[in-house]
């Protein structure tokens, strides 16, 4: 059973260009959520999704985020036109959910750069 | 709202040697607590986890921690580090009524030879 899958590891985009991340989650898991580290702090959460459902984006900024999770095929976090503050590690995380809790299993992130 | 603090960004300890890395946490509802390790370029590993019950949970690595309410506090030890336990290190909280992780800001470990 693969772990979490997060793809490219590393991106280098210019100012003003798109970068879209790809999560898949652990099989079985249809709950996924994307959190950024920012250079020397901790992670923030920024979205939670279901299959084809954002359940909180709480921790989206408002402007050029986007994160969708299709019924098919990986959970896709899209920045457009990138500024340098964009530079960050993001983490996605899955977890199977349900009523009671259960452990979230965290990718090894996608490395974003703006130059 | 709730938040998590680790007042220690930095702790260096020599080998053999016994640590501490300190937590608190602010909040207006229970909480489940974590603790998870981030070695360099990779993800966050789950070290331990405070659900309910002994407020003494053993974790892997040999690390544990201790969940004490009147204190607000989840703090992490391990009574003898090894070279290899050098990463950062989270305590985060969740709400019973999300699912979202709220994390500190983290410590770095640094063990020495």
């Known amino acids: 059973n693969a772990g979490v899958m997060q793809n490219p590891r590393h991106l280098v985009r210019r100012r003003g260009q798109e970068a879209r991340l790809r999560c898949s989650p652990m099989k079985g898991h249809s709950h996924v959520y994307w959190y950024r580290q920012l250079p020397e702090e901790g992670l923030k959460f920024m979205v939670y999704?279901?299959?084809?459902?954002?359940?909180?984006e709480s921790g989206m900024p408002k402007e050029r985020f986007s994160a969708e999770f299709p019924k098919e095929g990986p959970s896709i976090l899209r920045i457009q036109q990138v500024v340098r503050g964009d530079s960050a590690a993001y983490f996605c995380?899955?977890?199977?959910?349900?009523?009671?809790?259960?452990?979230?299993?965290f990718g090894q992130g996608t490395r974003l750069t703006v130059v | 709202a709730q938040s998590v603090t680790q007042l220690d960004s930095q702790v260096p300890v020599f080998e053999e040697a016994p640590v501490e890395l300190r937590c608190n946490y602010s909040?207006?509802?229970?909480?489940?607590l974590f603790w998870y390790v981030q070695y360099p370029n990779q993800g966050l590993q789950l070290l331990l986890k405070?659900?309910?019950?002994?407020?003494l949970v053993k974790g892997i690595n040999g690390f544990e921690a201790e969940f004490n309410k009147s204190q607000t506090s989840f703090h992490l030890r391990k009574p003898s580090v090894h070279i290899s336990d050098t990463a950062e290190y989270f305590c985060a909280v969740t709400p019973l009524n999300t699912d979202k992780l709220i994390f500190g800001t983290g410590t770095r470990l640094q063990v020495f030879p």
């Open positions: 999704l279901q299959k084809e459902n954002i359940i909180d």
């Open positions: 909040s207006s509802v229970s909480v489940y």
């Open positions: 405070y659900l309910s019950g002994s407020t």
């Open positions: 995380a899955s977890s199977p959910g349900g009523s009671l809790y259960t452990e979230a299993f």
